[in-house]
């Protein structure tokens, strides 16, 4: 755990950083005064936390404020991650096994979100955890994408499934899940191609690469995920909410989040859709995908913690 932290802190320096260093020092070695809040209240909004968390973070505080006047700025940052941890109850998603085998993950995102590295992550932690798995490399709209997939795979050595690339999406699905299925593998994770939520044939697409997959297995795609981009703050809500509507996202994985100020985007769209966080990207190596966990967001973001 303490490990996994360490991971969550370090990755989130830069979001830390536009809490604390706006508030000069707010949360450590001083008091909190009236001038400490209102720049609080300034930092919350530029990490995108959202005028409604920021308001019930601030509401507690000065409550506690109005209580002491001297309240100490640790304690302050204690108050705030408690809001943050009660406003994420329920966000963690806990990744399940479908009653038969594979377990289908689909990934979908724009491009550039880190859809495809993300797949191969994935793939990794699931190995590291016991599980056997297969990647599909349906990014075939884009020619890079399979050799991308391909090259992690190889690095990680894990097995894919790739045709030429312009193929057939949909066909490469269904044979990587034949190919699952063949080998017992544990799952099959789908590497989709990356689209605008505005691009209509390749939405398109993800309905048809849903329509085949269920050709072998009608639950399928059982998860589907939508990467996010963390660095692109307040539109990534937007973008989720066309493909959710489009798809039925069943979780989000949110990535960049080791050099942006602007992690609190994923807050706001736990609050408007209750889509569950499976994971949050904080760096470029395989292991740099960790489980979300809202405890440690909450403590990373309010520099808490060893």
Known sequence: MFG???KFKDGFAKTVAAISDQTAGIFFGKRIDEDSL??????LITADFGVETTQEILAEIKQAYTADKSLQGKQAAEIGAA???RVLSGAEGSLTAADQKPTVIAMIGVNGSGKTTTAAKLAWWLKQDGETVTLAACDTFR???????KSWATKLDIEVVASHPGA???AVAFDAWQAAKARDRDYLIVDTAGRLHTKGHLMDELAKIRRVLQKNDPTAPQHRWLVVDGSLGTNSIEQAKV???SFGLTGLVVTKLDGTSRGGALVGIWRQLKI?????????????LQPFSVENYAKAVFGLGD
């Open 4 to 6: 996994l932290f360490k």
């Open 38 to 43: 209102d720049e609080l209240e300034e930092a």
């Open 83 to 85: 809001v943050l941890q």
């Open 143 to 149: 020619a890079a994408a399979v050799e991308q997939l």
């Open 168 to 170: 057939d999406a949909a």
């Open 243 to 245: 493909f959710h509507a």
């Open 276 to 288: 569950p966080i499976y994971f949050l990207g904080l760096g470029e190596k395989a292991e740099d």
